[in-house]
């Protein structure tokens, strides 16, 4: 027999060399990740705080209002508290559900003040900004 033997000249290469990420890769690229998250969340108090200041003017110049003057309408009266939204005489239907329902978005209760024939609605923001319906710039 005879003894032949191959040489191999080049050492035998992969040809579909597969390679994945590093756990050091993959760990740099989550922490970029945290950081870029953590930049743009600083601002996500700005941008919420300011819809709970118009949902408040909504409230003072909209909602209540509507309220108070359906209890009005049916009652023949203004209500002496918000708290008479709640319960009403007999006969009539609550026009709020609860108590929560007449609390600002701070979760603060809404301020009312009966006049002679009128009435005021407000609150005050976290920042001191007085909310009112009886305020021409809201």
């Known amino acids: 027999m005879n003894d032949q033997r191959l040489e191999l000249k080049e050492p035998l290469k992969l040809k579909n060399k597969n ?13 970029l990740i945290g950081i870029v998250a953590g930049l743009a969340m600083q601002n996500l108090g700005g941008i919420f ?3 709970k200041e118009k949902a ?5 110049n909209a909602t209540g209002p509507a309220y108070i003057n359906s209890y009005l309408a049916l009652v023949g009266n203004y209500p002496t508290t918000l708290n008479d939204l709640l319960s009403p005489p007999s006969g009539v239907t609550p026009f709020v559900n609860k108590a929560s329902d007449l609390n600002d978005p ?4 809404y301020q009312y003040t ?7 609605l407000w609150t005050t923001s976290p920042e001191g900004k007085r909310l ?7």
């Open 19 to 31: 390679r994945g990420f590093t756990l050091v890769e993959i760990l740099i690229v989550l922490a």
């Open 49 to 51: 705080g300011g819809g």
């Open 56 to 60: 408040a003017q909504t409230w003072v």
């Open 106 to 109: 701070w979760g603060k209760p």
């Open 114 to 120: 009966l006049q002679a024939n009128s009435f005021e």
């Open 132 to 138: 009112s319906n009886k305020d021409p710039s809201n």
